[in-house]
């Protein structure tokens, strides 16, 4: 995925061109030693008075970066202090040597955007570069909750992952597709670093069709990522009970069936009493 450079001038007969490169940088958080932020230019000939290179992470104008090319060796600033190998050479061009960043074993809390600005004293342009350090979730769990009468409450949770991730919950009855749910309730919490994250949605029991499956989908913006766990949910049956006229609920058909067996004999039973002692009391 490419992000585009902006480019912006300030004038002067000598231009900075900037060499445009894919943009983003995704590796989870613990499985590379070393990741590289270039900062690709093409400098007129000559026009290399007063250039120099200083990186930003976007939102703070503070530089974490800077290498003064005439005068001072690359320095390391902020939140990359003691994060890089400053004598990673990015060409042997005396005038490009330092312009990248060589982050040593890249973690989660170095994600951001970064900003490269190349200067001299007749132009300067800037060059931006993403850097998505990921965890996975430690958790991802789907349950359904009976909270109340013909409402079934499906809760999906996720434990520490970063960045804040995207959840999704979805219903599936039989073979068809799975439905996505829209209107979730979503809290996120922020622990140590990473995120912890729930979403539920109340689903009537009149609309499933028979067993449904609930499945929670969890993907992390742009990467690969993507986790998924279900449940399986029986919706409650209604039945009609025959000696009292109200309504039932249980989750086995069999058991339902028995019990309404058992209703049907004992009250057959009680009429054939009450027939028995009506025709006594006729004689």
């Known amino acids: 995925m490419a992000i585009n450079a902006r480019v912006t001038s300030t004038g002067g007969a000598?231009?900075?061109?900037?060499?445009e490169e894919p943009g983003l940088h995704v590796a989870e958080n613990g499985t590379v030693t070393e990741i590289i932020l270039d900062c690709p230019y093409i400098l007129e000939e000559n026009d290399n008075s007063g250039l120099t290179i200083?990186?930003?992470q976007v939102g703070n104008p503070i530089p974490v970066y800077q290498w003064i090319v005439s005068s001072s060796p690359p320095q390391a600033l902020g939140i990359l202090e003691g994060r890089l190998d400053l004598s990673y050479k990015a060409s042997e061009d005396e005038n490009h040597r330092h312009r990248a960043l060589k982050i040593i074993n890249p973690s989660t809390e170095l994600s951001g955007q970064y900003q490269c600005k190349i200067s001299t004293f007749d132009d300067e342009k800037d060059y931006l570069q993403k850097l998505i350090i990921y965890s996975k979730p430690?958790?991802?769990?789907?349950?359904t909750e009976q909270r109340e009468d013909n409402v079934v409450t499906v809760v999906c949770e996720v434990d520490q992952v970063y960045p804040q991730p995207n959840l999704h919950l979805c219903q599936r009855s039989a073979d068809s597709d799975c439905i996505n749910l829209s209107g979730v309730k979503e809290v996120n919490s922020w622990s140590r670093g990473s995120y912890n994250m729930t979403v539920e949605r109340e689903v009537h029991e009149?609309?499933?069709?028979?067993l449904t499956t609930f499945e929670c989908v969890v993907t992390i913006p742009d990467t690969k990522?993507?986790?998924?766990?279900?449940?399986?949910y029986q919706p409650r049956l209604q039945v009609q009970d025959p000696e009292e006229g109200c309504l039932e609920q249980g989750f086995d058909p069999d058991s339902i069936s028995a019990s309404l067996i058992a209703k049907a004999a004992t009250a057959s039973w009680r009429r054939y009493?009450?027939?028995?002692?009506?025709?006594?009391?006729?004689?």
């Open 14 to 19: 000598r231009t900075i061109q900037v060499v």
């Open 54 to 56: 200083k990186w930003y």
């Open 138 to 143: 430690q958790v991802v769990e789907v349950w």
């Open 206 to 210: 009149d609309t499933l069709d028979g």
């Open 225 to 232: 990522v993507e986790m998924l766990d279900h449940t399986k």
């Open 273 to 283: 009493q009450h027939e028995d002692f009506q025709d006594i009391k006729d004689v």
